[in-house]
Nanobody, 125 residues
Framework: QVQLVESGGGTVQAGGSLRLSCAAS????????IGWFRQAPGKERAFVGG????????KYADSVKGRFTISRDNAKNTVVLQMNSVKPEDTAVYYC??????????????????WGQGTQVTVSS
């Protein structure tokens, strides 16, 4: 059974950095896409970025491009979301999700099969 567990959330000042991790277990994820999404209060879940595990190919939402970076650690079966130059509008619950298809990286959350429980990120101004 696929299990995704996010960690690393917390409170950070605007302009600072935060590193989120998504620990994946239950399958061999080499053919998967891992996506990061976020949901702010009263808003729909939105795509942040994603990574194709096999190649490391990444795709980002325009709102985070140049500030956020997604990478994977094969040895630890973990995907990392490095958040730099954070802004108050980055405040949300952040989720990682897995899509068993290897391509493309979908921005629609309904395309993903498995989800973590989420981790809160709060950016203070």
């Amino acid at each position: 059974q696929v299990q995704l567990v996010e960690s690393g959330g917390g409170t950070v000042q605007a302009g600072g950095s935060l590193r989120l991790s998504c620990a994946a277990s239950g399958r061999t994820f080499s053919s998967y896409i891992i996506g990061w999404f976020r949901q702010a209060p009263g808003k729909e879940r939105a795509f942040v970025g994603g990574i194709r595990w096999s190649s490391g190919y990444t795709k980002y939402a325009d709102s985070v491009k140049g500030r956020f970076t997604i990478s994977r650690d094969n040895a630890k079966n973990t995907v990392v979301l490095q958040m730099n130059s954070v802004k108050p509008e980055d405040t949300a619950v952040y989720y990682c999700a897995a899509d068993a298809r290897s391509f493309p990286i979908y921005s629609d959350p309904t395309e993903y099969d498995y989800w973590g429980q989420g981790t809160q990120v709060t950016v203070s101004s």
